[in-house]
């Protein structure tokens, strides 16, 4: 793959970040808990890991060094009954002012259903459902029926080992063969119509992806996908491409708001990620360094942070013998080493490959415990404060700014600590912070994922995308396509890195497309006819491109009052509804949140 | 309710206002300067072989380039000590024979992270160790001091780093670009709205170069060019397409360019049956097959042009457990072009072993890659001192005598 452009925004913002780090935080404290006292499944939590055993003085520890000052336990109660009401009104008035902002920001974008759900529940109820870990989906059922049959949703190891197994003794029988023969050209025929299956099973997978973003009505589950899976990027290059509705649905998705520790194993108990760095070939004597060092700059301690080359070599010692066997076969092993072996799915630890020597990483040494090892590792590097710091900051940058304050990093930081990684917790302390309300009048430059997908919520929720493939397409030449970020630290989150000429040229495209009712977005999907696939009933067939109706659409109505003079009279000098969808979609106030 | 408004015209201050071609033309007989950025750190000691240096192979069991006596597989010799990759035989030994191509052995930053992100961007930006404005690229630093007019371009979807800064430089990437026709009223209305914003040059710019570019492409007939220059069919999303295309709007438009190539992290298979074969020689090869491209489509002004390849840093010298190589530290830059005194391996070099490897693991860094760029620059566009210190602070520029 040639000619990939990067931009490398997000790195930037690192190096930015180091001396706001180290601001201290003094005005004030994100408490993230609700006037219905919602929070109390974390709090509970904290209870039970605090050292202190009282009541008072586990929410004291909770506070942290945001009430150090206070004088005793009493100011600091009475705060804690004072704040979370204070919080809840700035926010309610913020989101009153901002509804679209907000829904955009929380979500993929404003509809009409969304903004009056969110008019009855209220700001902080809607936001409570939403953060709820086991908030569901519930996809219109047609949908979801179908969505839940693809074959891209089985578990791997019911059909990576065929496929693979498949692919490989054509691949010998071709090598034994002249490449002129007639068994040679039918050789590759199977082996064509092999991989048109495996390309077929990552569109299927990109295409669940993006329906469920449109109209799930978790949307703060289905953005924190999109944010964990870019903070855990795998390319879909080679055996990985088949595989990624499974990281999407199996690896991913079940612990966006769940603890980041259990996010942390996830992947790295995961094929995609095995295979996409190279630990499953980092084994006794020929040590691959590559995830070692990837694991710690990018995905938990962040760069910057107190490690050496020693360290990512020590590690990469440590993470040997874990690895991936595509075919799914049993492990042979000596007989003492039986009882070490470890395997799951396609993912095994293998104690032949794994070198027993004690190696010291971040201070800690590890020795002779097998995958043991690797789980305390992983604890390790979980639980050390840079991870939190590093996390917090990529949250607060994705959800609230490109340059967050370090008072809200600190509050999310201090969350984090108290709950152990909750990520439930942080983004609330997040959503309630007086950062978060102030910044939904201070927009964001939305990222191309952002974009389209807020265009296509804002235009068609009342109807069903029965054809996701030509979303797919627009994003790659928005430049941001779907598992399509060949390097491992994801696309960059700031907006420095969208806004130049050729991005919104591009966009100006797209949404005039859009605009105009984007009919290819409504033909019978490819894997529709494959699959029993319900929206394929005659209700849901073709119908003549019918542009949408935006200027009277309840997400407009609610974005009228922010729309600067230029906007509202450029939008006043056509009446021709294609020409006026494609400019608002086109606005500056559409592409940012 | 004009909050919004408010925030985006913060940052419109101070900025100039857009001109009706976002370039001036592009006058024959200048120097004309491409910037090729190798994203992922290519394994340079596979290019640029030390074929004379028993260390090297002991050191690459399975992954050496095979010495030159040992047929189609063998390096290339260059010199008494450095040999070509082989696949690059057919596309650029011809330029170092005409003495069109110069390596520079031993160059990069100081940067030891071994953050392809982190030294990318320290490159990029080449404000030496601590970067403190992010927002201002090398490149654009030199427009700058080239009187802020040279035309530039980058041909990419975003604008790199390097190119960031005060002087705006447009963007189109060529394989992703799309002919949606947005009629002129449209486009009036759409620059109408964003007039106020932080984002209005950007926009007017946008619409500037794509139609620009579509008129030089229409006028320069690249389709053709480009099957005459690749001598054959190309996929015109590939690198060696989009390389002719190039080629033939720097010969037309454009005096700095940008292009970035992905994909170089060789961590695993690097090569297969020995140096020769396998991920890394197909990938030089396509990459000598587009500069090769590049060079027939600048057609005339290759004369003028200087081509300089990069990369964030080089690879382990020693092969890892996986027939590949871990990040690494020197790295060797690549100069070619009509106006190059190449057919030599320029710059400060250490024989190879275990005493001379940075940390016993890679390539040291003995020329700095500002220092190196800098007399480039210097040279190409008769720079003196304090304008190159303009472009790369606290450096002195060191005169390879490059072109």
């Known amino acids: ?593 | 309710m004009m909050h919004r408004r408010q925030f985006l015209k913060v940052a419109v201050a101070g900025s100039l206002l857009p001109s009706a071609r976002v370039w001036a033309a592009s006058s024959a007989g200048r120097p004309k300067f491409v910037l090729v950025f190798l994203r992922g750190a290519y394994d340079a000691a596979n290019l640029l072989i030390p074929y004379r240096n028993d260390f090297y192979y002991e050191s690459r069991p399975h992954i050496a380039v095979p010495r030159p006596e040992s047929g189609r597989d063998g390096a290339i010799a260059l010199d008494a000590d450095w040999a070509l990759h082989p696949a690059l035989r057919a596309s650029l030994l011809p330029l170092w024979q005409r003495r069109q191509l110069a390596f520079v052995p031993f160059t990069g930053t100081h940067d030891m992270t071994r953050s392809h992100f982190e030294t990318q961007d320290h490159i990029e930006l080449g404000q030496g160790p601590q970067p403190t404005d992010f927002n201002d690229g090398f490149l654009n630093r030199l427009i700058q001091q080239l009187n802020g007019r040279t035309p530039a371009m980058a041909f990419t979807s975003q604008v790199p780093l390097s190119l960031r800064g005060p002087a705006r430089v447009p963007n189109l990437a060529l394989a992703r670009s799309s002919r949606t026709l947005i009629t002129a009223q449209q486009r009036r209305r759409l620059e109408q709205m964003w007039g106020d914003t932080p984002e209005a040059h950007a926009v007017a710019e946008g619409f500037t170069v794509r139609s620009e570019v579509n008129h030089d492409m229409a006028t320069a007939r690249w389709a053709a060019e480009m099957r005459a220059a690749s001598r054959g069919a190309v996929d015109p999303g590939g690198f060696v397409g989009v390389a002719a295309r190039v080629g033939a709007l720097m010969r037309d438009s454009f005096e700095i360019g940008f292009i970035d190539v992905g994909g170089w992290d060789t961590h695993v298979y690097e090569a297969t049956t020995n140096g020769a074969q396998g991920q890394l020689a197909t990938k030089l090869g396509a990459l000598g097959e587009g500069l090769a491209a590049l060079a027939r489509a600048a057609g005339p002004a290759w004369k003028d042009m200087t081509v300089v390849v990069i990369s964030e840093f080089g690879r382990t010298f020693r092969e890892n457990g996986n027939r590949g190589t871990d990040h690494g530290h020197g790295s060797v830059y690549w100069m070619l072009g009509g106006s190059v005194r190449g057919g030599r391996i320029a710059g400060e070099q250490v024989p190879l072993s275990p005493s001379t490897l940075n940390q016993n693991r890679d390539y040291p860094v003995l020329s700095d890659y500002r220092a190196v760029l800098g007399g480039l620059f210097a040279r190409l566009w008769n720079l003196n001192a304090g304008r190159i210190r303009a472009v790369f602070p606290d450096t002195q520029a060191r005169d390879l005598g490059l072109v």
Not at chain 1, 85 to 107: C, S, Y
Not at chain 1, 110 to 117: D, I, K, P, V, Y
Not at chain 1, 128 to 141: F, G, I, K, V, Y
Not at chain 1, 245 to 260: C, K, N, S
């Open chain 1, 1 to 593: 793959m040639f000619a990939e452009t990067t931009p490398r925004g997000r790195h930037l913002r690192k190096l930015r970040e180091r001396p706001t780090m180290a601001a201290k935080n003094t005005q004030h404290c994100g408490w993230p808990r609700t006037p219905q006292g919602r929070a109390g499944v974390w709090i509970t939590r904290s209870r039970r890991h605090t050292v202190f055993g009282s009541h008072a003085l586990a929410l004291l520890a909770l506070l942290g060094t945001c009430f150090a000052t206070a004088n005793g336990q009493n100011v600091a109660e009475r705060h804690v009954a004072q704040t979370p009401r204070a919080f809840a009104a700035t926010l309610n008035e913020a989101v009153r002012a901002h509804p679209v902002a907000f829904l955009d920001r929380i979500g993929w974008g404003a509809n009409s259903a969304q903004l009056a759900e969110l008019h009855r529940l209220g700001a902080i109820r809607f936001l409570d459902a939403q953060l709820d870990p086991r908030a569901r989906a519930a996809l219109p059922s047609p949908l979801g029926r179908s969505l839940s049959r693809l074959p891209v949703n089985a578990p791997l190891e019911n059909w990576v080992p065929e496929l693979i197994a498949d692919e490989r003794s054509i691949l010998r029988a071709r090598g034994r063969i002249s490449a002129e023969s007639h068994a040679a050209q039918a050789a590759n025929n199977r082996l064509k119509i092999l991989r048109q299956h495996a390309n077929l099973l990552v569109r299927q997978a990109m295409q669940e992806q993006l329906l469920r973003a449109i109209y799930a009505q978790n949307q703060l589950h289905q953005r924190l996908i999109w944010f964990w899976m870019n903070h855990f990027n795998v390319f879909r290059g080679g055996n990985i491409g088949p595989m990624m509705g499974d990281y999407v649905r199996h690896v991913i998705a079940p612990h966006v708001l769940g603890h980041f520790r259990t996010l942390l194993q996830a992947t790295m108990f995961s094929p995609q990620m095995l295979l996409y760095l190279n630990n499953a070939q980092n084994h006794r004597g020929h040590i691959n360094e590559n995830y070692a060092r990837e694991v710690m700059e990018l995905h938990s301690v962040g760069l910057g942070a107190h490690y050496t080359q020693t360290d990512v070599t020590d590690l990469a010692h440590v993470l040997t013998g874990l690895g991936v066997d595509l075919l799914g076969r049993p492990v042979h092993v000596r007989p003492a080493l039986r009882a070490w072996v470890w395997q799951h799915g396609l993912v095994v630890f293998n104690p032949a490959r794994h070198d027993p020597q004690p190696e010291r990483v971040l201070g800690h040494t590890f020795a002779g415990q097998g995958i043991g090892e690797i789980e305390q590792v992983i604890t390790v590097l979980a639980n050390d404060p840079a991870t939190a710091r590093h996390i917090s900051y990529e949250l607060a940058q994705y959800f609230v700014a490109d340059q967050p304050s370090a008072a809200l990093v600190s509050a999310m930081v201090r969350t984090w600590e108290h709950t152990h990684g909750n990520i439930a917790a942080v983004m609330r302390t997040l959503f309630m912070s007086p950062q978060f309300a102030a910044s939904l009048s201070q927009p964001q430059f939305k990222d191309p994922m952002r974009y389209l997908l807020s265009a296509v919520r804002a235009s068609y929720s009342g109807r069903i995308v029965t054809n996701p493939q030509p979303l797919i397409g627009m994003l790659y030449r928005l430049g941001e396509p779907l598992y399509g970020r060949q390097t491992p630290d994801g696309y960059p989150l700031a907006a420095d890195a969208w806004s130049s000429p050729g991005q919104l040229t591009t966009r100006f495209a797209v949404a005039q497309q859009l605009a105009a009712g984007a009919p290819a977005l409504f033909l019978r999907s490819e894997w529709m006819h494959r699959v029993s696939y319900p929206l394929a009933s005659r209700a849901w067939m073709i119908r003549p491109a019918q542009p949408p109706d935006l200027e009277h659409s309840a997400v407009f109505e609610a974005a009228e009052a922010t729309l600067s003079q230029a906007t509202l009279s450029t939008l006043a000098q056509t009446t021709d509804r294609r020409r006026w969808n494609a400019l608002w979609l086109s606005s500056p106030e559409f592409m940012t949140e």
